[in-house]
């Protein structure tokens, strides 16, 4: 006969898949619910930033790095919205379930604090790349731009989107009201984001702003993104792939120590 397994023990094996599948499907369904404010307005935006710049700058701006000035913009305007929405997906989720008190809901059940950590983002990559699709699917064509390396491009949006939305789990963990929150998004998240060189090449700005724009992992995202989809960029790419794969990690097992931690999270 088999002997009764000790409480507490995970009968499960060493991943409880279907509890971070649970989750993951849980932050899907919360943006997917909204799909309006989530999904169509994230859209709406991207398109009004190049009408905006479009009529702001006219056809009289020279070209960028051989490309008109639209096309240059377009991969980090692209890149701007889905960091953003993966950013808000987490922070909003968490400190939600914090302010409310039903937190307790996500710490009970037999999740490790990885698997807590991956569901997660999961849901804030899987919302970052619902929003990335549609501008993608609407801004190329019309722009008339054709997709350089698409799977290099998606690796750099992916990779950004577990990024933020790690960010996005370390200011939920760390805020107790929505103000601190955004605060973060304001003053930090906000400023790299338009710091990065989505609007311009570093050969245009000065050396020592140059030299800043190289100590922020956003410039290496979106002009991955950018080499994904019109094959040019101002760094290597290569370069860029392999510090966002470190900060993307450092950020992430943060995440995963506060939470095995508790910090901020249980009384």
Not at 53 to 73: C, D, K, N, Q, T
Not at 86 to 109: C, E, H, R, W, Y
């Amino acid at each position: 006969m088999n002997e009764p397994s000790a409480m507490g023990m995970r009968r499960f094996g060493r991943i409880n898949w279907l509890g971070m599948k649970t989750l993951a499907r849980r932050e899907m369904q919360r943006f997917l619910s909204i799909w309006m404010q989530t999904i169509m307005a994230p859209l709406v935006t991207a398109g009004l930033f190049l009408a905006i710049f479009s009529i702001a700058i006219g056809p009289g701006r020279g070209e960028v790095m051989g490309f008109s000035y639209l096309h240059f913009i377009a991969p980090g305007i692209l890149t701007m919205t889905v960091i953003q929405n993966a950013f808000a997906n987490t922070s909003s989720s968490l400190l939600v379930s914090k302010v409310q008190g039903n937190i307790v809901d996500t710490l009970m059940p037999p999740l490790s604090a990885g698997e807590i950590v991956a569901g997660y983002i999961a849901g804030g990559v899987g919302r970052g790349l619902f929003v990335a699709l549609p501008i993608g699917l609407v801004m190329m064509p019309v722009l008339g731009i054709t997709v350089q390396s698409p799977l290099l491009a998606l690796l750099f949006i992916t990779l950004g989107a577990a990024l933020m939305a790690g960010l996005g789990l370390l200011a939920a963990i760390f805020a107790n009201k929505f103000d601190q929150v955004a605060a973060i998004s304001n003053f930090v998240i906000t400023p790299l984001s338009f710091l990065s060189g989505t609007f311009y090449s570093v050969e245009a700005v000065p050396p020592v702003m140059a030299h800043l724009l190289h100590w922020n992992p956003i410039f290496y995202l979106i002009d991955g993104v950018r080499y994904g989809v019109l094959g040019i960029s101002d760094r290597s790419p290569l370069l860029g792939l392999a510090i966002l794969t470190t900060v993307t990690a450092i950020i992430i097992v943060w995440c995963w120590h506060w939470v095995r931690r508790g910090y901020r999270l249980k009384p």
